[in-house]
């Protein structure tokens, strides 16, 4: 990958998550700035913002931050690879496929709970005055 360095503000801004929220994850040990600066400022590479990017997909999904570290360790491992047996190499693929049905799992709830939502809003929209919508702006 590309080893060029974004300051956190950078990761921010690519990742939408806050500049709090990634000092968190820091804090948690989740993420690791890979460098930093001679000022101190945290450095981060592609591969840092590959992790946050995982990290920010599992949270709305309802993944605790152990669970997070869990994944991260095992595909961490899978990663680095080279030292695994056969035995070892499964165990962590075992752990990968388990988060992956936990996912979906989660996704089909989710679907669920929208296509509720959307039919709630639409029993609501129902109930309201059917009304002409005032024209669109016009934009200079």
């Given at each position: 990958m590309d080893d060029k360095h974004m300051q956190i503000g950078e990761v921010a801004a690519r990742?939408?998550?806050?500049?709090?929220?990634?000092?968190?994850?820091?804090?948690?040990?989740?993420v690791v700035p890979s460098a930093r600066s001679q000022g101190g400022f945290r450095l981060y590479t592609e591969s840092d913002v590959q992790r946050l990017m995982v990290i920010r997909r599992m949270k709305p999904l309802g993944f605790t931050l152990d669970q997070m570290r869990d994944l991260l360790d095992?595909?961490?491992?899978?990663?680095?690879?080279?030292?695994?047996?056969?035995?070892?190499?499964?165990g962590l693929l075992?752990?990968?496929r388990e988060y992956e049905r936990a996912a979906a799992e989660q996704v089909t709830r989710l679907r669920i709970q929208l296509s509720r939502a959307e039919e709630f809003a639409g029993t609501l929209r129902a109930r309201l005055p059917q009304e002409t919508p005032p024209p669109a702006a016009v934009r200079p």
């Amino acid at each position: 990958m590309d080893d060029k360095h974004m300051q956190i503000g950078e990761v921010a801004a690519r990742t939408e998550l806050s500049l709090r929220t990634i000092r968190h994850y820091e804090e948690t040990g989740l993420v690791v700035p890979s460098a930093r600066s001679q000022g101190g400022f945290r450095l981060y590479t592609e591969s840092d913002v590959q992790r946050l990017m995982v990290i920010r997909r599992m949270k709305p999904l309802g993944f605790t931050l152990d669970q997070m570290r869990d994944l991260l360790d095992a595909t961490d491992r899978l990663d680095a690879g080279a030292d695994l047996d056969a035995g070892e190499r499964e165990g962590l693929l075992d752990r990968v496929r388990e988060y992956e049905r936990a996912a979906a799992e989660q996704v089909t709830r989710l679907r669920i709970q929208l296509s509720r939502a959307e039919e709630f809003a639409g029993t609501l929209r129902a109930r309201l005055p059917q009304e002409t919508p005032p024209p669109a702006a016009v934009r200079p």
